[in-house]
Antibody, heavy 121, light 108 residues
Framework: QVQLQESGPGLVKPSETLSLACTVS????????WSWVRQPPGKGLEWIGY???????NRNPSLKSRVTISVDTSKNQFSLNLSSVTAADTAVYYC???????????????WGQGTLVTVSS | EIVLTQSPGTLSLSPGEGATLSCRAS???????LAWYQQIPGQAPRLLIY???SRATGISDRFNGSGSGTDFTLTISRLEPADFAVYYC?????????FGQGTNLEIK
């Protein structure tokens, strides 16, 4: 059974960089696409971006200039850095797997439990 | 960017009834790369439907997805207490991937 687990600080100061990692267990990160999704308190879901096992990335233009997503296949882990954070970046951050095979994709089938990151001084 | 609009915003029903949730896209979702998720408060979203109409592993056949192009529907038959949650549609055919704003299915 594939499991994803987010880790990182729960409190970040304004203007600093939010850094999270997602560790994948029960399966290899060397296939599929790996996404970050966030959800501000009481609001809907926003896709932040993805990384493939090869390191190719795609980011939401609304956050693109501030987002870096990377993968470390040796650790079966991928990471998110979001720079210059403000209170508007306060949210639950989820990592998720987008299952893809032979050019077809099948939605986000595994999710981490989510981690609340609060931006505050 | 493909904008997804879900309706209604809130749906109040009783256990045993059927529910119909709608998701309309601002442009065609090719390959029917449209998914539905269920989110219970305090939990991560759970994939219900992918490819507009294929049920994810372990999902009850009471959940059915249909539609193509710009209009998609999630129907839930014989509502059970565990079904009352927020439901999101998502398109994953073009980036940025986008979600609808959600439909809150609440107990009447």
């Amino acid at each position: 059974q594939v499991q994803l687990q987010e880790s990182g600080p729960g409190l970040v100061k304004p203007s600093e960089t939010l850094s999270l990692a997602c560790t994948v267990s029960g399966g290899s990160i060397s296939s599929h696409y790996w996404s970050w999704v966030r959800q501000p308190p009481g609001k809907g879901l926003e896709w932040i971006g993805y990384v493939s096992y090869s390191g190719a990335t795609n980011r939401n233009p609304s956050l693109k200039s501030r987002v870096t997503i990377s993968v470390d296949t040796s650790k079966n882990q991928f990471s998110l850095n979001l720079s210059s954070v403000t209170a508007a970046d306060t949210a639950v951050y989820y990592c998720a797997r987008e299952r893809c095979r032979a050019g077809d994709c099948y939605g986000f089938d595994y999710w981490g439990q989510g981690t609340l990151v609060t931006v505050s001084s | 960017e493909i904008v997804l609009t879900q309706s209604p915003g809130t749906l109040s029903l009783s256990p045993g009834e059927g529910a119909t949730l709608s998701c309309r896209a601002s442009q065609s979702v090719t390959y029917n790369y449209l998914a539905w998720y269920q989110q219970i408060p305090g939990q991560a979203p759970r994939l219900l439907i992918y490819g507009a109409s294929s049920r994810a592993t372990g999902i009850s056949d009471r959940f059915n997805g249909s539609g193509s192009g710009t209009d998609f529907t999630l129907t839930i038959s014989r509502l059970e207490p565990a079904d009352f949650a927020v439901y999101y549609c998502q398109q994953y055919v073009s980036t940025p991937y986008t979600f609808g704003q959600g439909t809150n299915l609440e107990i009447k």
